[in-house]
């Protein structure tokens, strides 16, 4: 009994009993979105985290009709007339949330009529595209696990034979007549392109990353003037950076590899539009509470630092956009479909995040690291 006096707060007995939680505090604690529309549709209340997913402060939204935030023919609206003319509770899954100062994709919306105040109807909004990237990226990672060890089942069975194959046909190169010489050359650059989709796929195997401190702006940097002198040179770049990030714990080798792969497609996206104004933004930031989930008894890994590679391209079609880290699936006619897999399984063997925001004239791949911590400093 004196367990379940302590759970309800009552005490000993004949103590008097503390007073009740204001529900407003209980609601400021919340990690999910809560909003309360009057019966104009304008804020009535909301707390922390609304103010965190609407992108303005509280004093800002409240008296404000969410006409100013969203289109008058948002889902939303109509979701809204329903809970108040049947008086029931509605959700919908999977919106996204557009407006002047607002992007969201795949968010869940629940909204539920107030009894009490006829008219109002309390909204909870769930951001769920960081969770969809994350189980996109995890199958994607399974999958490069199982081209892991087709690699070195390839890499055993076919590359030896191919070398045996390539030297046959340079010896049939010198010493055939030129009408067959052209066939000698052909299986000689066969062999060699399928010798580098094996290696290509060698890549996927499972070692050991070797992290340390990397300064992001001088991966961006190189990364720029490499592109800018080769695959982007007519392409315009806009670098927005935040000086004051602290430097990320990762393989500055491989980050290069993961920048130069998604400024490759951003450009080859560009010139296949045949956009003649084609720009790629590189942009640094910090964001608060993106984290992941860790096994028992790990930290959850804290991701602040994002880096975003966007393009102003035609954009990814919506079917493959769903698998688009995943092995041997591509936009190009002939893209072998591994380099997005790759850069997948890099960002995930950094411990990171990476999701994808697309549409007709924007593409966004936005990169999520940890920070690096220094051991020897003192806590």
């Known amino acids: 009994m004196s367990g379940l006096r302590k759970a309800f707060g009552l005490g000993k007995r004949g103590a008097q009993p503390r007073p009740p939680l204001d529900p407003s505090q209980i609601l400021e604690t919340l990690p999910i979105a809560v909003a309360v529309l009057d019966e104009h549709d304008m804020f009535a209340a909301l707390n922390y985290a609304a103010e ?34 049947a008086g029931v509770s509605i959700a919908e899954h999977n919106l996204t949330i557009e407006g002047p100062r607002l992007t969201r994709r795949g968010c869940s919306v629940h ?19 960081a969770a969809l990237a994350l189980d996109q ?30 030297g046959a046909a340079q010896l049939l190169e010198m010493s055939a007549p030129p009408s067959d010489r ?53 392409i315009k770049f806009i670098e927005s950076y935040d000086p004051s990030l602290p430097h990320v714990l990762g393989n500055r080798d491989q980050l290069i590899q993961v920048l130069l792969n998604l400024i490759k497609n951003a450009a080859e996206a560009i010139a296949g539009a045949d956009r003649q104004d084609g720009e790629i933004h590189l942009t640094t930031g910090f964001q608060h509470g993106v984290r992941l989930s860790a096994s028992a008894g790990r930290s959850r890994p804290n991701l602040p630092i994002f880096v975003s590679v966007r393009d102003n391209g035609p954009g990814i079609p919506e079917d493959i956009r769903r698998h688009l880290f995943e092995p041997f699936v591509s936009t190009k006619a002939a893209g072998s479909g591994l380099g997005l897999a790759l850069v997948a399984k890099i960002v995930a063997d950094h411990g990171g995040l990476i999701d994808v925001d697309s549409r007709p004239g924007r593409t966004e791949f936005r990169i999520h690291l940890p920070v690096y911590e220094d051991p020897n400093e003192s806590t």
């Not at 990226?137 to 045996?164: C, D, F, W, Y």
């Not at 650059?189 to 990397?214: H, N």
């Open 52 to 85: 965190e997913f609407f992108g303005a402060s509280k004093a800002l939204l409240l008296h404000t009709p969410l006409s100013d935030i969203l289109p008058a023919d948002h889902p939303i609206f109509l979701m809204l007339e329903r809970t108040r003319g």
């Open 182 to 234: 052209e066939l000698a050359v052909l299986i000689r650059d066969e062999a060699d392109r399928i010798r580098a989709m094996v290696e290509r796929m060698e890549t996927f195997g499972e070692k050991k990353l070797e992290r340390q401190s990397v300064n992001i702006h001088r991966v961006l940097e190189h990364v720029r003037k490499l592109s800018g002198s080769g695959f982007a040179t007519r």
């Open 111 to 129: 909204a539920a009529p107030m009894l009490e105040k006829p008219g109002y109807v309390a909204l909870t909004l769930q951001d769920e595209s």
């Open 137 to 166: 990226q995890m199958s994607a990672r399974n999958a490069a696990r199982s081209i892991t060890g087709m690699a070195a089942i390839l890499a055993h069975e076919v590359k030896n034979p191919l070398s045996g194959i390539r």
